[in-house]
């Protein structure tokens, strides 16, 4: 896939990072890394700039998102709780567990679309909740351009810096995913314990 994304973007310029960054966000395992870090590289010896590259990459983020955003709407609140009212006994979900959800994300919702988009995987699929909130349009879309401008930037600016080594921060980026995997992964098995001890008190 790597050598398909550099041909491609070395053949579309700003249009194929702006449409591989919004696939990127719409289908996580395309490797946002890889993008953004050869586009750096791609500044050192060819026509494109780096202020180009970083618009082109951010436009995609956001558009990549509110398709996202778009997708959480349709599946809302009430929707997931008729949802979880027929399939729930089956994964030990409740109404209640849907509202408390979405009463974090009422709370802290804004923190969570920034943050979360310097965050491997999350950065993406943060925008679904976001639209089954109802958060803010306007606020989502600022946090969003805000938290990609961020990444892009970084990682685009290190592929500047290591111009033909660029590969070498992919595989650095490897591991601090394969890292956030991990640490995602212990938090929902600590979770669904809390929760399953939690209804085994209950009942």
Do not use: H
């Not at 998102?65 to 009430?78: F, P």
């Not at 805000?146 to 070498?168: C, H, Y």
Request: net charge positive; charged share 15%.
């Amino acid at each position: 896939m790597e050598i398909w994304i550099t041909e491609f973007m070395s053949e579309f310029g700003y249009i194929g990072v702006l449409l591989l960054i919004m696939f990127e966000n719409i289908f996580p395992p395309i490797p946002s890394e890889v993008i953004l870090t050869f586009g750096g590289f791609m500044t050192t010896y060819s026509n494109v700039t780096v202020l180009g590259i970083i618009l082109a990459a951010t436009i995609g983020s956001v558009v990549g998102a509110m398709i996202l955003y778009s997708i959480g709407l349709v599946v809302d609140v009430s929707r997931l709780e008729k949802m979880v009212d027929r399939w729930g006994k089956y994964l030990r979900l409740t109404r209640k567990d849907v509202q408390r959800a979405a009463a974090w994300f009422d709370k802290y919702g804004p923190w969570a679309v920034f943050f979360c988009r310097l965050v491997p995987l999350v950065r993406s699929l943060i925008s679904i909740p976001a639209g089954m909130a109802g958060m803010n349009f306007p606020l989502f879309i600022f946090l969003t351009t805000l938290g990609s401008l961020l990444w892009n930037t970084i990682l685009i600016s290190i592929g500047v810096a290591v111009a033909d080594n660029w590969q070498s921060i992919v595989a650095y980026m490897d591991v601090y995913s394969n890292f956030v995997y991990v640490v995602i992964g212990i938090v929902l098995v600590c979770f669904m314990f809390r929760a399953f001890q939690f209804r085994g008190k209950r009942a």
